[in-house]
T-cell receptor, first 110, second 113 residues
Framework: QQQVKQSPQSLIVQKGGISIINCAYENTAFDYFPWYQQFPGKGPALLIAIRPDVSEKKEGRFTISFNKSAKQFSLHIMDSQPGDSATYFCAAIMGNQFYFGTGTSLTVIP | KAGVTQTPRYLIKTRGQQVTLSCSPISGHRSVSWYQQTPGQGLQFLFEYFSETQRNKGNFPGRFSGRQFSNSRSEMNVSTLELGDSALYLC????????????FGSGTQLSVL
């Protein structure tokens, strides 16, 4: 059973638009929800993370919205830029177990 | 500050062989974790080491093992390689735990022929 479900698999957005990626999780014991950005040939890099006692966190153009009752969280990228074109992974951590979503390939068209 | 260093960058092996991958964490980081990334299965957690002890393990067979040295450097070993072990193996380090900022290396791309 997949612990974290991520959608969409791919996303194409115009420059300046908003990119939205969604994740849903199963286990309410998860206590840390990071988003990672990965460029080809590189390892993932932490973008932003949230803990379940907060409903929203914003860092620059990146915002996580967290809905504890629905067991869902999402990444919003405002004013999307071509340099944001990458693969994005959500994740959920429970104790010392780490579960990733399946990834979203984002393409921002100039 | 140097990042997480993984060696080698690329590796080609044949079925049945074994392989050892190396990871040097960021100085001062004591937690080192390993991940497998494939197009089909995505990113999967292998295991985490802290203070030379395996603290947790993902759902992988016993052919996958690792260790951590007193300087926090870590190695991962895969024995009796199978074609399905072809993947990008990523190492990450953090100060203490998995639920804080992880710093990933660029990975070792393993091809099993």
């Amino acid at each position: 059973q997949q612990q974290v479900k991520q959608s969409p698999q791919s996303l194409i957005v115009q420059k300046g638009g908003i990119s939205i990626i969604n994740c849903a999780y199963e286990n309410t014991a998860f206590d840390y929800f990071p988003w990672y950005q990965q460029f080809p040939g590189k390892g993932p890099a932490l973008l932003i993370a949230i803990r379940p006692d907060v409903s929203e966190k914003k860092e620059g153009r990146f915002t996580i919205s967290f809905n504890k009752s629905a067991k869902q969280f999402s990444l919003h990228i405002m004013d999307s830029q071509p340099g944001d074109s990458a693969t994005y992974f959500c994740a959920a951590i429970m104790g010392n177990q780490f579960y990733f979503g399946t990834g979203t390939s984002l393409t921002v068209i100039p | 500050k140097a990042g997480v260093t993984q060696t080698p960058r690329y590796l080609i092996k044949t079925r049945g062989q074994q392989v050892t991958l190396s990871c040097s964490p960021i100085s001062g980081h004591r937690s080192v974790s390993w991940y497998q990334q494939t197009p089909g299965q995505g990113l999967q957690f292998l295991f985490e080491y802290f203070s030379e002890t395996q603290r947790n393990k993902g759902n992988f067979p016993g052919r996958f093992s690792g260790r951590q040295f007193s300087n926090s450097r870590s190695e991962m070993n895969v024995s009796t390689l199978e074609l399905g072990d072809s993947a990008l193996y990523l190492c990450a380090s953090s100060l203490l735990t998995l639920n804080e900022k992880l710093f990933f290396g660029s990975g070792t791309q393993l091809s099993v022929l």
